[in-house]
């Protein structure tokens, strides 16, 4: 069987699976479509958090952006995992014994107000939205890769699969749907990586062999490094980014994580606050084993790279270089005219490139965009170094397939863990809870499936048409936690004292002061410059949520000293929540 | 949800437990995220330069300490948490377990 029929044959296997999966667990009351009726076993629980969790943007573009930027990507590993450090220490346990359905549930109840459920609310749904965007289009791109689909009709395709089993079986289906995609996309992962090690280092443990000596005796990092300062970039081991940048993005990453609702809500559905903890501990492990091997596939792609394009000829470059080149994501052009590729710091050309029709003298296809003056000649997505692997790797067609339903799993499974707490949000915080308490249980399912629907249509369209802004702003997601959701919560659990006024200002105030700063450097309306020049205190966009936090306390803290003090039955439920 | 009372009214004795419970876990929770910042951001960030004078399996260990061992770090702090409090519970008799 040739690739492509592999390919189908793998993606459409998984898809029976999930949708086999979603028959058998068809949710029948609003606990089970919220929470899965709160049965589910730890080790299970930790496996549907990690595919959860890791998203397209773990599986196809976490190893390629530590390909390109080395050291400075270690704020994406130690932020996305760290959060669960914070979220197993210091939330976690809590709201499992609060034991309702959302995180507005507890916001709303330990702040004893409908202002402050309605504010997390709105930040749940901002978050949710723009995360949910970059995964439909994740579904899109390996369906036009792989099986030569338009990316349109691939987002058609994951839409329907997860209509399938996010409406019918709610958390019920969602969770051991994600536990089934865990378990293809971590093969998916692994397997390639292990065979890339093998074939570099003789170490089949890809965390190992990255710090082992390949054929020629020196180690990779070391080869790595000594190519790329070759070619006039900075060592792999060394980082562009300043300290404080490092810290605040990282901090940043690791508090948004700890705040993202459809992360947290997936500890409402185990059976005890004990199992909402070691659950916590399972998720990172599983997690863990992806985001370590991630460095190892990222060195091993960079220096594959540079060994079959620099200075080869264009006519001689390997097949993989002329596909990626067919649908646009490598870009070749030969400014010195001599029909040999050469690669080397800065942009090639400017902008993302645009083709004409016409093909050049050696077969290439011809930018119309204006060369810069470096002597870069290559333009290269780095989304696609983790689907490129395999091929540049020549491993067999059965890998390339694995990588591809892999793909798909991984975008799948946090769309559909976004949808329901999207649905969730709207059919019993806002519905049920604030603006139609008289509806029944059965009206709020209904409620939860409708809304569910229409929250597929908009993240399809968004997935068909990616705004720029939006695209732009991930950032937007893990600053808006850090700034409103983390600290709301966190000082509802250990700070008794903590009242309405103070809580909902707090919130306020770190979202205004962190939407203010990501709006004015990314959005176009302004014309800000976006370098760490013009930065306050040197910290980027990214990074910003952390300044939002430390205002969101420090207003929280400010208010409360004078407003009235928290009833004593909220007091009451915090020293309930406290005890395990 | 349990009723709210279960905490603040129980007798005297029982609310100095909850409190001395509490403070035990607020403890062990200090002294777990010191060890969380100090690998990830002492040794992966704010001391990279010098660790990475060192080397570990072939790593710098300051980029080892950002890119593998900080993970593995976290790993282990949220399963010794999950087992010095149950502990800590089983001593005050509080916990589900």
């Not at chain 1, 573009?61 to 080395?70: E, T, Y």
């Not at chain 1, 720029?468 to 919560?489: E, M, N, T, Y």
């Not at chain 1, 002061?513 to 966009?541: C, E, Q, R």
């Not at chain 2, 100090?38 to 710098?60: E, K, R, T």
Request: with cysteine; charged share 15%.
């Amino acid at each position: 069987m040739d690739t492509q029929a592999l390919t189908y044959l793998f993606v459409g296997a998984s898809f029976a699976l999930y949708i086999g999966i979603a028959i058998w667990s068809r949710a029948g009351s609003t606990s089970e479509f919220y929470i899965a009726g709160g049965h589910v076993p730890p080790i299970a629980n930790g496996m549907a958090t990690a595919a959860d969790w890791m998203s397209a943007a773990s599986f196809i573009s976490m190893a390629g952006i530590i390909a390109f930027s080395g050291y400075d990507a270690s704020v994406y590993l130690m932020g996305w995992t760290g959060g669960y450090v914070l979220l197993a220490l210091l939330l976690a346990p809590y709201l499992r014994k609060f034991g309702q359905f959302t995180v507005p549930d507890f916001i709303g109840e330990r702040y004893y107000s409908r202002v402050a459920r309605v504010v997390a609310v709105i930040c749940l749904i901002i978050i949710s939205f723009t995360y949910i965007a970059g995964q439909m289009r994740g579904v899109g791109v390996v369906f036009s890769r792989f099986l030569e689909l338009p990316i349109a009709w691939g987002v058609v395709v994951g839409m329907g699969i997860v209509f399938f089993y996010a409406v019918l079986g709610g958390m019920k289906g969602i969770t051991y749907t994600q536990v089934a995609q865990y378990c293809v996309l971590i093969f998916a992962y692994l397997v390639p990586a292990v065979f890339i090690s093998f074939m570099f280092t003789g170490n089949p443990i890809p965390q190992l062999g990255l710090g082992s000596a390949g054929v020629d005796g020196v180690t990779i990092l070391k080869r790595l490094d000594g190519a790329l300062v070759d070619l006039g970039f900075t060592a792999f081991t060394d980082g562009t980014k300043s300290k404080i940048d490092l810290f605040a993005i990282t901090l940043a990453l690791m508090v948004g994580t700890a705040g993202l609702p459809h992360v947290i809500v997936r500890f409402f559905t185990v059976p005890k606050v004990s199992d909402a903890r070691k659950s916590a501990g399972y998720a990172l492990v599983f997690i863990a084993l992806l985001y370590t091997t991630a460095p190892a596939v990222g060195a091993f792609a960079r220096l594959n790279f540079i060994d079959s394009v620099h200075e080869k000829t264009y006519a001689a470059a390997p097949e993989w270089v002329k596909t990626w080149e067919d649908i646009g994501l490598i870009a070749w052009t030969d400014k010195n005219a001599d029909g040999v590729i050469d690669y080397g710091p800065g942009a090639p050309f400017e902008g993302r490139p645009v083709f004409s029709e016409a093909r050049g003298a050696h077969g290439e296809r011809l930018l119309s965009n204006p060369a810069t003056i470096n002597a870069n000649e290559i333009f290269v997505d780095r989304d696609i170094m983790v689907l490129a692997n395999p091929e540049i790797a020549a491993l067999p067609g059965w890998v390339i397939a694995l990588v591809a339903a892999g793909g798909v799993a991984a975008a799948l499974s946090t769309a559909a863990g976004l949808l329901l707490v999207i649905s969730t949000a709207i059919s019993h915080d806002l519905l049920k809870k604030t603006f139609r308490p008289q509806i029944t249980e059965k009206t709020e399912l209904m409620a939860a499936r409708l809304s569910a629907v229409a929250a597929i249509l908009v993240a399809g369209y968004l997935g068909v048409n990616p705004p720029g802004f939006v695209a732009q702003v991930v950032a937007l997601a893990f600053g808006l936690a850090a700034c409103s959701l983390f600290p709301a919560i966190l000082m509802g659990i250990f700070f008794k004292g903590m009242n309405r006024e103070g809580a909902v200002a707090g919130m306020i105030g770190g979202l205004f002061v962190t939407l203010s700063y990501i709006i004015y450097f990314k959005s176009p309306w302004f014309g800000a410059v976006n370098t760490a020049d013009h930065w306050l205190f040197g910290i980027s966009p990214e990074g910003f949520g952390v300044v939002g936090m430390a205002v969101n306390f420090a207003v929280a803290f400010g208010v409360s000293r004078f407003t009235a003090p928290t009833p004593g039955a909220v007091r009451a439920l915090v020293d309930n929540i406290r005890m395990p | 949800m349990t009723s709210p009372i279960d905490a603040e009214g129980g007798s005297a004795k029982d609310r100095d437990n909850a409190a001395a419970y509490w403070k035990e876990n607020v403890k062990l929770l200090a002294i777990l995220l010191s060890i969380w910042f100090a690998v990830s951001f002492g040794f992966g960030i704010l001391l990279v330069d010098v660790l990475n004078q060192f080397s570990i399996g072939g790593f710098p260990l300051g980029f080892w300490f950002a890119q593998q061992g900080s993970i593995i770090v976290f790993v282990i702090l949220i399963f010794v948490y999950a087992a010095r409090i149950s502990k800590i519970e089983k001593r005050y008799g509080v916990g589900d377990q």
